[in-house]
Every structure is written in structure tokens, then in C-alpha cells.
């Protein structure tokens, strides 16, 4: 079975693949998220169908136990003794993890920041991950295309360490004002079960009434926002959510959530284990690379977003994938010096 095959056996319809040199069986990748969360959980299969197509060492799905940067920062070091010598980190904390990325590449690994972003300068090759600003933008959008405006928007989002919680909170408010509505509320540092379910309900039970619309920009308040919504038989309140949770899907087909908007976890992890081999291969990233600037980093390359509605809920795998297969056909050529 050749990569092409692989990749439709995973899920994954490649069209063209781009030409690699025989890849190096030492490479050892960790891809490492600051805490458990539903989201990374499909590093895990795109770290071993990478290993597999890539022959690689290994591409290893590693957790903190808690989302603590300590923790972070311990399990890393105990890696490099381990002899993973590649690092696909999400950071615990776009500053506080700085000092351990550096760290790691002074042993000689390549670092990538991962679905979150390094405050620079720091030594990470680049960061890879969803453009969370653009996401949140495009999502209030689709909301308002059937609010209008004037309406009245809760914003429930992630933990305020995560690097992307902020620029979501003011693409969110940017998108509502260039539409004329109001975000009257922002709920954030819930993208846990027990403080989404306690917070969303009670601002639900008191001022359901008083809100228009919903949009969720992390992944647990999108579920208990989308549980809430049917648990109280409401359909007039128009919510977007984001990730894919069966949860969320099925309430998109039952009409009590409009959309959500998909990022692309698996292909980051996917491609960032490739790209990790690559660069221990003896690949450069190119002088020239097209990254693109966020408030982070100027060395930002976007891994996809899309809105999927009721009429593309039931075809989201396939959205998901068809942004894997382009980034992937022209990442070597557009960002790797070979």
C-alpha cells in the first residue's frame, strides 16, 4: 500500500503527493497539547497514520495530566531523556512556554507550535494552527446573515491562558459591530464540563429571553450551549458553534444549533509530524515562506476553517478533508527549502 492509499484508507483523499526524500527512522515526534481536551484528541490517529505513511520512529499523542504549565513544561523535558527529538507543543502559555520551545531546539529539535501560538521571538520554526480570529469573524457573520441587525449576541469561549481566546473575543466583537448588533455578553474560561454546564444554564435560565443569538468559539461551551438550547426546546435563539462533537452535529440536524464553524486538528497534526521529519531531514524552512502575521507571531500558517450548515452537516468529514489535502499537496513546495 503506497501514502496515496494510506491516506484514503485514514480518511484522507490525496490528489497529488508531494515528493520527499527517504524519510530519517530516528525521528521521534511528540505531539503535545497544555492539557486534556476533546479537541487534540485527533493528534493521537494523525501522529500514528504519519509514523505509518512516513516512516517515522514514532509520532506520539502525549497529555498533561492537568492544564497547568508546570506540568507542561516537566512532561517536555522528560521527552528529550525519553529520545524524542521533534515537538509539535501547543503552548500552555504563548510567553510562559517561550523559555522550554528554546530550550528543546537548543538539543537540535525542531519545535512547532501547534493549533496555538508562541508570543515571538522564540525558536519555533513556525506556527501552524487554525486562524481562531478569522473562525470566530466568519462565524458571527453567519450568525448575523440571520439575525441582522440589531441583535442581541452571548459569546461563550475558551480558558483565558489559551493564546486564542482573546483574539476571539475581539473578532467576535468586530464582526457584531460591523453588523450593527451587540455582543451584551462574554462568558469565558469555560472550556471545562462543570464551569460550561454551571455558567451557560444559569445565564441561560435568567436571560434566555434577553438574547438573539449564541456564538460559541471553544469546543465544551459549543456542546453544553447546543444540550442547553434543546434541553429547554428553544429554536428561536440562533447559535453557531465550532469542532465537530456528535452533540453539536446532531443538534445542527434538529435545528436547535444554525452551523458550526470545523477547524482542522488532524491535519495539523498530520502534516506537522511530516514537516517535523523533514526539517530533521535536512530541510529548511524557505527564507521567502508566505506566513501570514496574528497578534502572536509573524511566522503564522493557517490550517483551515469552514462553516458547515444543515445542508453540509451530514458531508463535514468531507470539508475537513478536502483542507487537509490542499495543505498538504503544496506545503513542501510553498514553505520547505529540500
Known amino acids: 500500500m503506497n501514502t496515496a492509499q494510506r491516506l484514503l484508507a485514514a480518511g484522507i483523499a490525496i490528489a497529488v503527493i508531494p515528493s520527499f526524500a527517504l524519510a530519517d527512522q530516528s525521528t521521534r515526534v511528540a505531539l503535545v497539547p497544555g492539557g486534556p481536551h476533546p479537541y487534540f484528541a485527533a493528534w493521537e490517529q494523525a501522529g500514528m497514520d504519519a509514523a505509518r505513511d512516513f516512516d517515522l520512529g514514532s509520532a506520539d499523542y502525549r497529555v498533561p495530566q492537568k492544564w497547568e504549565l508546570g506540568l507542561q513544561n516537566q512532561m517536555l523535558e522528560s521527552l528529550v531523556t525519553q529520545g524524542y527529538n521533534a515537538f509539535l507543543v501547543f503552548p500552555g502559555d504563548p510567553v510562559g512556554t517561550v523559555a522550554i520551545a528554546n530550550e528543546l531546539a537548543d538539543t537540535g529539535a525542531p519545535v512547532v507550535a501547534l493549533a496555538g501560538c508562541l508570543k515571538d521571538p522564540s525558536q519555533a520554526m513556525f506556527c501552524m494552527g487554525t486562524d481562531t480570529g478569522n473562525s470566530a469573524y466568519l462565524g458571527t457573520k453567519e450568525l448575523l446573515q440571520v439575525l441582522g441587525s440589531g441583535a442581541k449576541i452571548a459569546h461563550f469561549t475558551g480558558f483565558l491562558v489559551d493564546p486564542n481566546t482573546q483574539l476571539r473575543i475581539d473578532a467576535v466583537e468586530m464582526a457584531a459591530a460591523e453588523g450593527g448588533a451587540e455582543v451584551i455578553q462574554v462568558i469565558a474560561d469555560i472550556d471545562a464540563p ?23 468559539t471553544a469546543w465544551v461551551p459549543a456542546v453544553v450551549a447546543a444540550n442547553a438550547l434543546r434541553k429547554i426546546g428553544d429554536k428561536r435563539i440562533v447559535m453557531v458553534g465550532i469542532d ?5 452535529i446532531q443538534a445542527i440536524k434538529d ?16 502534516i506537522g509530524s511530516f514537516v517535523a521529519d523533514k ?59 529540500c
Open 279 to 337: 526539517l530533521r531531514s535536512g530541510c529548511a524552512v524557505k527564507a521567502d515562506a508566505p506566513f501570514k502575521s496574528n497578534a502572536l507571531t509573524d511566522k503564522f500558517i493557517d490550517s483551515g476553517t469552514v462553516f458547515a450548515g444543515i445542508d453540509d452537516v451530514d458531508n463535514y468529514v468531507a470539508s475537513m478533508q478536502a483542507i487537509t489535502t490542499v495543505l498538504f499537496e503544496q506545503f513542501e513546495s510553498t514553505y520547505l527549502d
Open 244 to 248: 465537530h462533537d456528535e452533540v453539536v
Open 255 to 270: 435545528g436547535f444549533v444554525h452551523g458550526t464553524m470545523l477547524q482542522n486538528p488532524y491535519g495539523q497534526g498530520y
Open 194 to 216: 462543570e464551569p460550561a454546564e454551571e455558567k451557560i444554564n444559569a445565564y441561560l435560565a435568567a436571560h434566555a429571553d434577553e438574547v438573539d443569538g449564541i456564538i460559541t
